[in-house]
């Protein structure tokens, strides 16, 4: 099976069905292990990027967290709560289709505090610089959930 041809397929399905342009194909040896488009629009949830769902179908399935023995593919370079996902599965490869360059003329997804051509410089800035708002409020016993998580966890 061409998996560039079918994460394309899942893609435009989706936008014939009033969904978003967007789709992710999880593969492990030769197999789908799972596959999703963007689905936000259809759940009015957020966090429902293609590649996220497909991140979650697939560890569920293969009961893990990790990927490390799976190609991912994307339709487009990856937006960047996607790439943060991708990061901490960890997929032998992602391969991606087409790059926010490419079909920035042809699809905007613009948010208060989000446009695509500006939030990876965001990263950059000092937190007290960045669009979104964010404040910090300190409290000692926050450090205790790690403090425990690593009594229990690390030996």
Not at 4 to 30: H, M, Q, S, Y
Not at 34 to 60: F, G, Y
Request: include cysteine.
């Amino acid at each position: 099976m061409d998996f560039v041809k079918r994460t394309i397929a899942l893609a435009l399905e989706n936008v014939e069905g009033g969904g978003r342009p967007f789709a992710t194909v999880i593969v492990r040896d030769g197999e789908i292990i799972a596959e999703s488009p963007n689905l936000v629009a259809q759940t009015n949830d957020p966090t429902a990027h293609a590649e996220v769902v497909a991140i979650r179908e697939a560890c569920k399935k293969l009961q893990t967290e990790h990927l490390t023995d799976c190609e991912i593919y994307i339709l487009a370079s990856p937006f960047p709560m996607c790439l943060g996902a991708l990061y901490y599965c960890s997929p032998k490869k992602v391969t991606y289709i087409t790059t926010r360059e490419d079909y920035a003329p042809y699809y905007k997804d613009d948010r208060k505090y989000f446009e695509l051509e500006t939030f990876y410089d965001e990263y950059c800035k000092p937190i007290e610089e960045r669009r979104l708002p964010m404040v910090q409020q300190k409290d000692e016993d926050s450090i205790k959930v790690y403090q425990r998580w690593n009594e229990l966890n690390v030996k």
